[in-house]
């Protein structure tokens, strides 16, 4: 018989420190459009040996391990800020009363991580599971299209996974389904604010944070079944977004250094700061309790990125005029390298220590 997918699902939960599971661990269950994360069992075959044997002679296995994500519309009332936390290492609070301003940004010790305990629930005749320790996210992607919810893609690797035949398992209840992000909203932008305090003509925005770790093929030791550990070796934040072209202001000052009056190219690098902000429906506020409301809000920052266009610009017949610009997030000359603010009414994501 057919099997679907909706019964299946994903849920995370915080470890204390990698091979440190918590001692009451509570796993944050999330709807997704597509799971392809799960356990991965690298192998091979031997080499033609001369043996006047003209077939394969046997085959191994390098060992065990997990990796893949998935692709969701984030809801932001709570749960997400479990995975900005894991993601870039280092979260606080502020705010007073039902609305609170939670901070994440990559951690003092740029090499610090956070480990994570994932589990994945396959629909069968008898139920499949994978319960994988020792994650860590290597990469979240955020889409914010032309119009419509913004949508999210999370990748993560994960050192030992075991298999569960039909487990009794229990996870948090899910986050409310209407409050996911919309770039249609008043409260939604991008800018350039150093360039230009307005809000940019955009008709869609790609933001990446990538995780740069070792892979798996490096952490094998002899002696082990699984890699030994997962380190990082680079962090960075990119961001691609398309311009519906109106003038030419930010094509010239990133050739020639000014909007107007330059007519030579110049070598100068040009950088600005980047923000962009998505928010839910009015109809799905916080602080209403305390007579103070506001959309739930999901905004990313980063103190300095260098920005080139991706590609001339283009003509077309029957067409209007877009420019696509592709930028990298660089090291400020003072403050943070890259922030995302999540106002909602979660108390805080306090990471575990037990």
Not at 11 to 19: I, N, R, T
Not at 37 to 50: K, N, R, S, T
Request: proline share 7%; with cysteine; glycine share 10%.
């Amino acid at each position: 018989m057919s099997r679907t997918a909706q019964a299946g699902y994903i849920a995370l939960a915080p470890q204390v420190s990698k091979g440190t599971l918590m001692g009451s661990p509570i796993f944050y269950k999330f709807r997704a459009t597509d799971i392809d994360f799960g356990a991965v069992e690298p192998g091979g075959l031997l080499p033609p040996e001369i043996a006047s044997v003209l077939t394969p002679t046997g085959a191994y296995k390098l060992g065990a391990f997990a990796g893949g994500g998935f692709t969701f519309i984030p809801r932001l009332e709570s749960d997400i800020g479990w995975l900005l936390h894991a993601l870039l290492g280092n979260a606080s609070v502020a705010g007073t009363g039902s609305i609170k301003t939670h901070t994440f940004k990559f951690p003092s010790t740029p090499t610090d991580m956070k480990w994570m305990n994932i589990r994945k629930w396959v629909p069968a005749s008898t139920n499949y599971a994978e319960d994988v320790t020792d994650c860590t996210l290597a990469r979240l992607q955020l889409t914010l299209p032309q119009a419509g919810p913004v949508t999210a893609r999370i990748d993560a690797v994960g050192r030992v996974p075991t298999f569960q035949e039909d487990p009794t398992w229990t996870e948090n209840t899910m986050d409310d389904g209407d409050t996911f992000p919309v770039v249609g909203t008043s409260g939604s932008y991008i800018q350039l604010p150093d360039f230009d305090t307005n809000d940019q003509v955009a008709t869609g925005c790609i933001i990446e944070y990538v995780n740069l770790l070792t892979t798996p093929q490096q952490e094998f030791i002899i002696g082990s079944q699984y890699p030994d550990d997962f380190a990082i070796l680079q962090r960075a934040m990119t961001v691609r977004w398309v311009y519906k072209w109106e003038d030419p202001d930010l094509c010239r000052t990133i050739m020639t250094g000014a909007a107007s009056g330059q007519t030579a190219w110049t070598p100068e690098v040009f950088t600005s700061n980047f923000e962009a902000r998505v928010e839910g429906t009015d109809d799905d506020a916080i602080g209403s309790t305390t007579g103070v409301e506001q959309p739930y809000r999901l905004t990313v920052k980063a103190g300095k990125v260098t920005w080139e266009p991706n590609g001339p610009i283009r003509l077309m017949g029957n067409n209007i005029l877009a420019q696509e610009y592709v930028g990298t997030a660089i090291e400020p000359d003072s403050g943070e390298y890259c922030e995302i603010e999540l106002e909602n009414e979660a108390a805080n994501y306090t990471w575990p220590a037990s």
